[in-house]
């Protein structure tokens, strides 16, 4: 990717970039007994950004051949673009480039280098395995997979390429009695090669929410009203990356539409057992990235520490607003989006409190082992989610429950949470912000909240 051969459509405003990007994927859908879809997608394209103030200006094109050198229609195209966009906006004196980094996220077995049948035989396994009861009435399982090339060039001489590959095995699993129908969910994956699926992972995961289905139909509906709840390390971090995660970025913070943390940086916005990182270092995990999309190297940012805020997610934008330096939280979908600040692998850090301590100090109550979906407005910090599966506590015995809310407000939520365990459990999925989607991880260890609404 000869980054240095597209430099000059850069010049213009206060700061420009290109984002380039070549990506080829393939989907695989199972469903009714068969294998009922297969997707192949190849694409590439460039988006253009010129920064001049607080007005910013983005435009992108289909490429239409691979990005590893500009062909004289792309250029000119490309060209065309720049000129649309840039009317009226000052010259800018580039920085010239230096030398272009180069990042890749190892893998052992390349998605790319295994046969179409084999992928074919992951899914004929996994509904195989889900076949755990006579009750099973549908079970439709995903796979896919998505390598993307990206070539980043800045008017500062800034230059990355770098190379991700993710995967993603998912499946839903409905079971009938009568008129009585449930279903179930689950989801594995990452950054990295077919070695996540090593072993009889993908079995597993199909008997599991397979035999998940099969006990909703037994579970009575939950409970409603306050009460105590433990969210179990294996629920997955959906309740950090909605409950606070979407109200540290910084555009919400400095728009106004997250006035819970306008100006907290430095004070105590949650219980002192609570450290929350966003980091996309962490190797495999599905949020993960060396740069982000405008060219930030990666690092770890800590969001909360011992309970006391230290930062928000940056992108340059944000950051130049603020008169400081982007944190590396500059994402988008592809290079026909505009970066924004994005979350990449959200997680709350182990505490210092025995998981198996935190389940036996709730003899009445709720416990969470697996977290579906949620939603929050970062106006007021209201959230409600879905709980995939749980059980109602009473003296001590566990009952599967269906049909059960949480509901809250995540600035309090999180000084509610008062025990904080040693282990940690990881979920995957994907955000979406402005119209846009981004992988993701999140995680927690096991917690304590001493009361929070349930809704049945």
């Known amino acids: 990717m000869n980054l240095k051969d597209y430099g000059t459509l850069l010049g213009k405003g206060d700061f420009s970039d290109i984002f380039l990007e070549e990506s080829s994927g393939l989907s695989l859908r199972w469903e009714d007994k068969r294998l009922d879809n297969v997707s192949i997608i190849e694409e590439s394209g460039a988006g253009l950004r010129f920064i001049s103030g607080r007005e910013t200006r983005y435009g992108h094109l289909d490429l239409g051949q691979p990005v590893n050198g500009p062909s004289t229609d792309g250029l000119l195209r490309l060209s065309r673009l720049r000129d649309g ?76 390429v770098e190379t991700r590959t993710y995967v993603v095995f998912s499946l839903t699993v409905t079971a009938q009695r009568g008129s009585d129908m449930q279903t179930a969910y689950d989801s594995t994956g990452g950054i990295g090669g077919l070695e996540l699926f090593d072993g009889d992972a993908i079995e597993r ?13 037994d579970a009575p509906a939950a409970p409603a009203g306050e009460m105590a709840v433990i969210v179990a390390a294996s629920a997955g971090g959906t309740l950090i990356h909605e409950a606070i995660g979407h109200s540290l970025e910084a555009d919400a913070v400095l728009e106004g539409t997250s006035p819970s943390y306008i100006g907290k940086v430095g004070t105590q916005v949650a219980n002192p057992k609570l450290t929350v990182f966003d980091n996309p270092t962490v190797p495999g995990a599905r949020g993960s990235f060396h740069f982000d999309d405008e060219g930030t190297h990666a690092e770890p940012t800590k969001l909360i520490e011992n309970g006391v805020l230290r930062d928000y997610l940056w992108d340059r934008l944000s950051a130049r607003r603020a008169d400081r330096k982007s944190n590396g939280h500059g994402r988008r979908e592809s290079y026909a989006h505009r970066p924004i600040p994005r979350m990449s692998n959200t997680y709350i850090a182990p505490g210092p409190d025995d998981p198996a301590e935190i389940l036996r ?96």
């Not at 008997?207 to 909703?216: E, F, S």
């Not at 994907?430 to 917690?447: I, R, S």
């Open 85 to 160: 966009l840039t009317r009226g906006l000052n010259d800018l004196v580039l920085t010239p480039v230096g030398n272009i980094a180069t990042a890749a996220h190892p893998m052992k077995v390349a998605a790319a280098d295994v046969p179409l049948e084999k992928k074919i035989e992951f899914l004929r396994r996994a509904y195989a395995a889900a076949q755990v009861s006579p009750h099973i009435r549908q079970i439709a399982i995903n796979y896919g997979e998505k390598a993307k090339r990206i070539g980043y060039l800045n008017s500062d001489g800034e230059a990355f």
């Open 205 to 217: 995961l199909a008997r599991a929410v397979g035999q998940r289905a099969h006990d909703k139909l």
């Open 361 to 456: 100090s709730v003899p009445n109550g709720l416990l969470v082992t697996k977290m579906g979906g949620g939603q929050v407005n970062p106006a007021n910090g209201d959230f409600v989610f879905e709980v995939e599966e749980g059980f109602v506590l009473k003296d001590g015995k566990r009952t599967m429950v269906r049909g059960t809310t949480l509901l809250g407000n995540g600035p309090q939520t999180l000084n509610l949470i008062d025990l904080v365990g040693s282990d940690h459990g990881w979920g995957i999925g994907t955000c979406g912000k402005e119209g846009q989607g981004v992988p993701v991880g999140d995680a927690q260890p096991t917690l304590r909240i001493t009361k929070i609404v349930v809704g049945g």
